[in-house]
């Protein structure tokens, strides 16, 4: 018993020491949820969208304005079940035009979170995130996984979450651009300054 309660101890104590609530310079960590929780948020089923794996088109893309300082130090991303292959994830500030480009595998089992050189940011900056298939796929593989609304009409962006406001989404590439169809579940992870 002494030994249970000892692991439970250790394991609530390395659960507070590793969390960080963004608003504690002092502990600083890579909130690796950080805009799948803003994703989840605004584009909940309560607020009318739906969950889903579609568009195939090469380039999934959307746009992000983040009001806080600090560094995106994060991809995540889940392969669908047709594609076990590579994609290369992009994340690009376009206000002070640095960026991070890198080839990444992902897990078809569940959403997998990837350390990606840090990318600066300063609150107010616009955001570009972007996954596109690495060749040789076919059609089927390049479904992603992504936020619609019900009748499939054009999300309505901006949409503003925390400190996060949703800009716009495209597809393209064997196709389209498809503009604002749906909300890429490409989450980043951020660490606030």
């Not at 983040?66 to 392969?79: F, K, L, R, V």
């Amino acid at each position: 018993m002494k030994t249970l309660k000892t692991l439970v101890l250790c394991l609530a104590a390395i659960s507070i020491i590793s969390c960080d609530d963004d608003n504690d310079p002092t502990n600083n960590v890579c909130d690796t949820a950080y805009t799948a929780t803003l994703i989840n948020s605004a584009f909940s089923t309560a607020n009318g969208y739906v969950d889903q794996v579609t568009m195939d088109l090469a380039t999934h893309e959307y746009s992000i304005q983040i009001n806080a300082d600090g560094e995106i130090c994060t991809i995540g991303y889940q392969n669908p079940s047709s594609y076990t292959g590579g994609y290369t994830m992009e994340v690009i500030n376009t206000t002070a035009n640095t960026s991070y480009s890198g080839v990444h595998t992902f897990s078809q089992a569940a959403l997998d979170y990837q350390s990606i050189t840090p990318v600066i940011v300063q609150a107010g900056d616009i955001i570009n995130v972007k996954r596109t298939i690495l060749p040789g796929f076919t059609s089927d593989q390049t479904i992603g996984r992504m936020f619609t609304t019900a009748t499939y009409s054009n999300i309505a962006y901006p949409i503003t979450e925390g400190n996060v406001v949703f800009l716009g989404s495209t597809f393209y590439g064997t196709g389209g651009p498809n503009v604002n169809f749906g909300q890429p579940y490409i989450p980043l992870g951020f660490k606030v300054n």
